[in-house]
């Protein structure tokens, strides 16, 4: 269900999307300062910073939701972005099933039971490929939270995009959901899939991904986990400073005011 036209022909072409000196604000308050950023084709970032530092701003000036109030924002011709929002904000008890929902995806205006056969085999499609295609008839809140962040990337898969954004895709689910969610993401964009994501989970999410943006209004730092999961660079993020240490390969930020042990829990 991704996009045609992402081949090392694609890349060639230039970003997805292209954001220079862009500044956002709402009633008078800066969200995003002179904010300069590139999609660029098959990419996976993940914008980490505080609450209140413009990462979901960020995601609606690329989803096109909210015009800048300075500066510009440019896009690929044709581009086809899908959005995937906090689960939090969802209504659980809207009376929908999970196949329902993912089919209000669609771009047609046609009213619910006015379905072609060829969109219910779409959507049977993307619910079996993403693991979920038994669960088509159940109820949404019927759902395990790994069950709901699939349903919400199947209803953002079914419209083909070449970039998906979404706002905090593991933020209140557990471990597992965490990494279940993960892999999910970055088995789509070995196929070629653009994802931007917003997380404020640095040593569970953001240190796992091959790109990030640390965002505090503006711009801090660019580039992968260990050149952005610094001290200096955390503490103009987040405004505290932060240990980071190496384990296994990654980075870890430790609180310095709770030391941990990195060693191995038995049993």
């Avoid at 954001?19 to 009633?27: I, P, Q, T």
């Avoid at 929908?96 to 049977?124: F, H, K």
């Avoid at 593991?170 to 917003?198: K, Q």
């Amino acid at each position: 269900m991704i996009a045609d036209g992402q081949s090392a022909a694609g890349q060639q072409l230039g970003p997805l999307i292209t954001v220079s000196g862009v500044s956002f604000g709402y009633d008078r308050s800066p969200v995003l300062l002179d904010v300069d950023y590139a999609v660029q084709p098959g990419e996976f970032t993940g914008i980490v910073g505080p609450s209140g530092s413009g990462k979901t701003s960020l995601l609606r000036v690329l989803l096109g939701t909210v015009r800048p109030q300075r500066g510009r924002v440019e896009r690929r011709p044709g581009l086809a972005v899908s959005y995937v929002p906090q689960l939090e904000t969802v209504n659980w008890n809207f009376p929908v099933t999970v196949g329902e929902c993912v089919l209000m995806s669609r771009s047609t205006r046609r009213l619910m039971p006015w379905t072609t056969p060829a969109e219910r085999a779409d959507v049977a499609d993307v619910l079996e490929r993403l693991g979920i295609g038994d669960l088509a008839g159940r109820h949404i809140r019927e759902l395990s939270g790994g069950q709901q962040q699939r349903m919400f990337i199947a209803r953002a898969l079914l419209r083909r995009p070449q970039l998906l954004l979404m706002d905090e895709p593991t933020s209140g689910v557990d471990i597992g959901t965490r990494h279940e969610v993960l892999h999910l993401l970055a088995d789509l964009n070995r196929e070629g899939l653009a994802i931007v994501l917003t997380t404020h989970d640095l040593n569970g999410m953001a240190s796992h991904l091959p790109h990030l943006v640390a965002l505090q209004h503006r711009v801090v730092a660019y580039g992968p986990p260990s050149e952005v999961i610094v001290p200096d660079v955390l503490e103009q993020t987040f405004g505290a400073r932060m240990e980071v240490l190496q384990h296994l390969g990654m980075p870890v930020v430790v609180d310095t005011a709770e030391p941990i042990s990195l060693q191995p829990v038995a049993g």
